[in-house]
């Protein structure tokens, strides 16, 4: 039987009227979940209508999202983006099973082969893992990152407005979060050790912060240059927003932020001029003999250097940056990576097991190297770094494999940039997506954020934008202005 227009209304209106009275009684034993229950049937009906949707909604969530211990898991997770990205990734599996939405050009591509070598390699060191079970989740987790932002958020920034609105979606409540630590930052005089911890919840220290804010430093530059897609009234408020964010770099007193933003610029000058990539290797191996040749007296000044992290001196906080006799903060570093380098030594091969360095490094740890912030739990951060952390859970491969990644990306960047003719509008932000993520490969030195929605999100996302622009030539096409 055909269902009238009056018949549909008056069930809609039932359905309606029953949930509310439910609902009502629920709430008078107070039983409260019900209340989502309409919010849920829609975000379900969103995963099978309309994936892109969810993407963007994830990006605008990821800045302001919370992260909630789970005691009956044993883990901790993001609330509310990564149960939104499991569910991602489930319907994008059973969508592969189904009818691959990914064709070949996806899957061959060099960035994509790189990093489906990893999850296959961090799977094998899993099962010879020190602790499997923290391993298994660790690689779990990361396929729920990797999959719904790196694998389809290619097929997303396909469409060129997808790339801003990705952007956009995650820099304006990022931005928020800003004006909110800066205010609780205000409200305790700017004091250096509250500059650790006021970005809390939304952050859980001020690395991560910093690092996040200079990954976006380059895409808010790019908005308010956008001459030809914006009006001067919204680039300006394009302005507001970069000074927020400019604001929070520089208070984040994140010294590793700092010299990110530094590096970028010079890849920018690299780019802009176009420096062939021989002249860089070249360039990078003679760095690196120099480094050798001179490293007694390069250490010897280093030694000598006394200036320690003050979050209310700018200039000192700078200079501590190589300060490896008194600062507590980088002597930590050295003692984690050696720590780690003494794991290594012990198994070369297979690593200890993806995630686990936080609960195995401790006996590593040599008591001349022990800092006042030094610790036997593994509760004060991981190894600092994205380089030294693969070396010690996966082996030499999994060292290989990430440096791997990076080069990969920087030629990937080098070939899409090297173009003739390319319009300058997406230039401009490809140039912006490109500085974000050096900024993050810099910042991975000294930290390492990738186990986190707030860096794996944009981290993934970047690169996606990249290899869409190498594979489908609208993406890098001229846009029409909005």
Request: net charge positive.
């Amino acid at each position: 039987m055909e269902l009238t227009e009056n018949r549909k209304r008056n069930i809609i209106l039932g359905i309606s009227a029953l949930f509310v009275a439910v609902n009502s009684v629920l709430i008078a034993f107070e039983v409260y979940w019900f209340s989502l229950f309409p919010a849920a049937i829609l975000l379900l009906l969103l995963y099978f209508l309309s994936m892109e949707r969810v993407f963007l909604l994830v990006t605008f969530l990821v800045p302001l999202s919370v992260v909630v211990d789970v005691k009956e898991f044993g883990m901790s997770i993001s609330l509310p983006t990564e149960p939104l990205l499991i569910g991602m990734l489930l319907i994008l599996l059973l969508k592969f099973f189904h009818r691959n939405p990914f064709n070949r050009k996806v899957w061959s591509h060099p960035v994509s082969v790189i990093i489906i070598l990893q999850i296959i390699w961090m799977l094998m060191t899993s099962i010879t893992s020190e602790i499997p079970l923290v391993s298994f989740k660790y690689v779990i987790s990361r396929l729920w990152f990797v999959v719904p932002v790196y694998f389809f958020g290619i097929l997303v920034f396909k469409e060129p407005k997808r790339v801003r609105q990705f952007l956009l979606l995650f820099l304006i409540p990022l931005a928020g979060v800003v004006i909110y630590t800066t205010y609780q930052h205000a409200l305790r005089g700017f004091n250096g050790k509250a500059a650790h911890w006021v970005m809390d919840p939304f952050f859980n220290d001020h690395t991560a912060y910093g690092a996040i804010l200079s990954m976006f430093l380059p895409v808010a530059v790019a908005f308010i240059l956008d001459r030809e897609g914006y009006s001067r009234s919204v680039r300006l408020l394009f302005l507001i927003l970069g000074v927020i964010i400019t604001t929070g770099v520089l208070l984040s007193v994140s010294r590793a932020a700092w010299v990110s933003v530094v590096a970028a610029l010079a890849f920018f000058i690299i780019l802009r001029f176009r420096i062939k990539a021989k002249f860089l290797a070249l360039g990078f191996l003679g760095i690196l003999a120099l480094l050798f040749v001179f490293q007694s007296s390069i250490i010897d000044r280093m030694e000598k250097n006394r200036n320690e992290s003050k979050e209310t001196d700018f200039a000192a906080h700078a200079k501590s940056v190589s300060n490896i006799t008194t600062d507590p903060s980088n002597l930590e570093r050295l003692n984690r990576w050696k720590a780690g380098f003494r794991m290594f030594a012990d198994r070369p091969f297979w690593g200890w097991g993806p995630g686990t360095y936080q609960f195995v490094y401790a006996p590593y740890q040599n008591s001349a190297d022990l800092t006042i912030i030094s610790t036997n739990a593994g509760d004060l951060g991981n190894i600092h770094s994205e380089y030294i952390g693969p070396l010690c859970d996966s082996g030499v491969i999994g060292a290989l494999l990430m440096l791997a990644l990076v080069f990969t990306v920087l030629n990937v960047a080098q070939k899409i940039f090297h173009r003739n003719n390319m319009d300058m509008r997406v230039y401009r932000y490809l140039m912006a997506v490109f500085l974000g993520l050096t900024t993050y490969f810099v910042h991975g030195f000294l930290n390492n954020f990738l186990d986190t929605d707030k860096a794996s999100i944009p981290f993934w996302g970047f690169i996606a934008i990249l290899v869409a622009a190498g594979l489908y030539p609208e993406t890098a096409a001229p846009e029409k202005s909005t």
